[in-house]
């Protein structure tokens, strides 16, 4: 039985040990195209969240029925069956949202960090470790993808929460202006980019300075343990 200790291992390996975009780089592609605000990244963070648990929780349910040699085409004809009827779902209750990323819906099934997890993953444990590997890896991906939107649309446009309407329905909302107006190049491709440099530079930076801070007390541990 997999104890409180390992799931805690495994939530903290997707949301930020072994985040997809942070750590892996997966699934640039709808992560620096979609991501020119908030409301754009919530809604395929969510989409890819949820793909990547169900893919996860029927692949390895299925594991021991899905012969090796075809086994990748199966993954693929899993994901691309959620994915439709994540589609489905986007464009009949939110269509404004579901227009809005347009074609990076379908191509969450070329999502490299979905077939890798059922490879590598979901494949090989039982269901429930499953399930909470594509919890975790899809909730560090989908929070990756608000926060590098929240970031891009707060400097390219000056505000904060713009078009929750796709969302929740009724007349367009401004959202929370900051200031009067944005520096242009954060939503534009090259600022996608230059985001998310960012981010991964502040994540190693924050890793670097946990580990500065681990190593003296070792050190200290060491000497009081082994006195000369």
Known sequence: ??????????????LWQD??????LLGLCPL???????????????ATLIVLTLSNALVSATR??????????????IISSLVTCIEM????????????????????????AIVARAEVFASR????????????????????????GA????????????RLDM???????????VVDSGFLLAILPPGAFITLGLFVALKNAIDLRRQQTTRPMHSNTFRQDNPQ
């Open 125 to 148: 444990n039982r269901i429930s470790d499953s399930i909470i590997d594509g919890l975790s890896m899809g909730g560090g991906f989908a929070l990756l993808l608000m926060a590098i």
């Open 1 to 14: 039985m997999t104890s409180d200790t390992q799931y805690r291992s495994i939530f903290h390996a997707g």
């Open 151 to 162: 970031f891009r649309e707060l400097v390219g446009q000056g505000s904060i929460l713009s």
């Open 89 to 112: 779902i986007f464009l009949a209750w939110f269509p404004d949202l579901g227009r809005s990323l347009g074609i990076f819906i379908p191509l969450i099934v070329t999502n490299c």
């Open 167 to 177: 969302l929740f329905g009724g007349a367009p909302m401004a959202g929370i202006s």
């Open 64 to 77: 021991r029925l899905i012969r090796p040699e075809i086994r990748i085409p199966m993954y693929v004809l």
């Open 32 to 46: 620096l195209a979609v991501t020119t605000s908030f409301i754009n990244g919530l809604g395929l963070g969510l």
């Open 19 to 24: 985040n997809p975009g942070l750590v892996q």
